[in-house]
């Protein structure tokens, strides 16, 4: 994301999409009742009756409309803001829909810039392209491909077939796992050229023969690829593998890896109860007492004015504010815990006392 232009007295910023991730943080950028403009197409009704009939049908405009509705459609990576016309050439008034890709530019007029709000606009200007990352979380039958790039995980494919259990040399058995790894390969042939980095993983020594493979059979994937050990393959070992942190080196850069490592280390540390804070009563207090080091945040709850509340306060404490996406392993158990809460610089208990488990686990706090 390019930060074009911003001009503080009047809140207005300009931007310029670059990726789909920007397109992520723009549909939790932009509120209900803040301004949006863009370059858009709309029918001309002040067009002369003997225009050509394409030029009366639309024309391309620059319009600002007052959202009501803002949808992020990750699959065809467009962000759609829906609401009255109030800045164009005509039309004032009527509804229309702003339809923004990457490589658009887009204009925001906020009253303010709350500090989760904030923590997007620069996450956004400071990354550095979202590196492409391919995963390859394989086992003989069952394998899954996805594609890191910045927040967002793309599906790439599922490779699943059935093999005999015959070993013996000929036999069925072996063709099924010939044709097998002639699958994964074609795969990985595809992806790798636009890698950054391909991360093989999965349990027993699949994932070694593939990643042998890979160096003998594809090119464009030499230096790329790293291996790692996990307990299941297919999407389940895509998810422990983010989990466990174990590929953080190969990972580094990617914001979808770095936000399962942070849930994972908020939920580890409240199993240790000491330097975690969850629920806005505790992460408040713990931001009064200069605990706080990063502050995770649910997406749906950025426009909770509680929340926004606490935020503002955390970032005035200068402490890390990430938004965890409510979809995937990371949002669900991000959810689970209340959906906000704080890794600590030091050790800390609430005053109040936090609520246990029936085994002794921390409670879900309001």
Request: glycine content about 12%.
């Amino acid at each position: 994301m390019r930060l074009i232009h911003q001009d503080p007295k009047s809140g207005l910023l300009k931007l310029r999409i670059e990726t789909p991730s920007d397109l992520w943080r723009i549909a939790r950028l932009v509120h209900p009742g803040e301004l949006a403009g863009a370059s858009t197409t709309r029918r001309d009704p002040e067009a002369p009756e003997d225009s050509p009939a394409a030029q009366r049908e639309r024309r391309r405009v620059w319009l600002v409309v007052r959202a009501e509705q803002v949808e992020f459609h990750g699959f065809s990576k467009h962000v759609r803001i829906t609401g009255p016309i109030v800045e164009g050439p005509f039309d004032l008034g009527r509804h229309h829909t702003l339809d923004v890709g990457d490589g658009d530019e887009l204009t925001i007029q906020k009253e303010s810039l709350p500090a989760g709000d904030r923590a997007l606009l620069e996450e956004g200007i400071e990354s550095k392209g979202d590196p492409r990352v391919l995963i390859a979380s394989v086992d003989w039958g069952e394998s899954t491909f996805v594609r890191l790039h910045g927040r967002v995980i793309e599906p790439v494919a599922d490779v699943n077939r059935t093999i005999a259990g015959k070993r013996y040399a000929g036999g069925q058995g072996e063709k099924d796992r010939e044709a097998y790894m002639e699958s994964l390969i074609d795969v990985v042939t595809r992806e790798a050229p636009s890698a950054l980095a391909i991360v093989v993983c999965g349990p027993g020594f699949l994932k070694e023969h593939l990643a042998k493979a890979i160096a003998e059979k594809v090119p464009a994937a030499k230096g790329k690829v790293k291996v790692y050990p996990t307990g299941e393959g297919g999407r389940s070992g895509v998810d422990e593998l983010l989990r466990s942190g174990k590929a953080s080196e190969a990972l580094r850069g990617s914001a979808a890896a770095e936000e399962a490592d942070l849930v994972e280390r908020l939920v580890t540390a409240l199993g240790g109860g000491k330097r975690a804070a969850v629920g806005r009563a505790e992460v408040t207090e713990a931001s009064h007492m200069g605990a706080l080091e990063t502050l995770l945040v649910s997406e749906s709850l950025l426009t909770e004015p509680a929340v926004v509340e606490v935020l503002d306060m955390a970032r005035a404490a200068r402490a890390r504010i990430f938004v965890v996406r409510d979809e995937g392993a990371a949002g669900k158990r991000m959810t689970g815990v209340g959906g906000i809460g704080a890794l600590l610089r030091f050790d800390w208990s609430p005053a109040a006392g936090r609520n246990v488990g029936p085994k002794g686990g921390p409670g879900r706090l309001p």
